[in-house]
């Protein structure tokens, strides 16, 4: 069994580097370099995907560092390259088409009208598969030339609405987690500024000055001028 140890985030991370690639639609391929060999073994595998038009057209891109996908080739090279540290290389346990790569090894499904606003999700209709991005898009490879929007197709985003899926799925491969409330640490919480209480005192210019005088002062100051004043009278 194999043990899932990346996130779904970790995941659409990797796939977004392959934006940035030199990419192409090839039947069968799973992020190889584009040379004469791997498309001449690919035109003798699936020779009905592969017409001579198509491979004048591939042997062209050879040595210009293209890299080669189809649909579920895309999702499989995350896992057969050591989940993008390593160069892709085959694993038998990851070689799904794209209906078991999706529906056949999901750990959770559902219609497509449910569909999680998560990234990292499968999404499946019958001989395509993608990978829901969040925020109504897919990343996909396709050979679709009016979502790819070149003749033989490349690694893409498009619109959810733009293909008629019918099931999303998460990988059992995968660990799905979901964006955690930002967490304020204690050193960054500003404390309520403390009021001081008044001096007694003010010093304005060497001079003391006498604060507020009270009600309660004001007796005070009578009481000590009439004890005085008895005083002097005896």
Known sequence: EMIKIKTNKEFVSYLKTLLNRNTVYMWGEFGRLVTNNTIDGKKKQYPSHYDDTKVKYLKSLVGKNYYAYDCAGLIKSYFMSDYGNKKVSYIAGYDKDAYEITVGTASEKGDISTLPEEEGVLLYMKGHCGVYIGD??????????????????????????????????????????????????????????????????????????????????????????????FEKIW
């Not at 059992?172 to 304020?184: A, Q």
């Not at 009021?195 to 060497?206: A, F």
């Open 136 to 229: 109504g898009k897919v990343i996909e490879c396709t050979s679709n030339q009016k979502i790819s929007g070149i003749k033989y197709g490349k690694v893409c985003i498009s619109n959810l609405s733009a293909r008629p899926w019918k099931t999303w799925t998460k990988s059992k491969w995968l660990s799905y987690v979901k964006n955690e409330p930002e967490i304020v640490k204690e050193d960054e919480i500003k404390e309520e500024p403390k009021i001081e209480e008044p001096k007694t005192l003010e010093v304005t210019d060497n001079k003391e000055v006498k604060p507020d005088i009270t009600v309660e002062d004001k007796k005070e100051e009578v009481k000590e001028e009439t004890k005085t004043l």
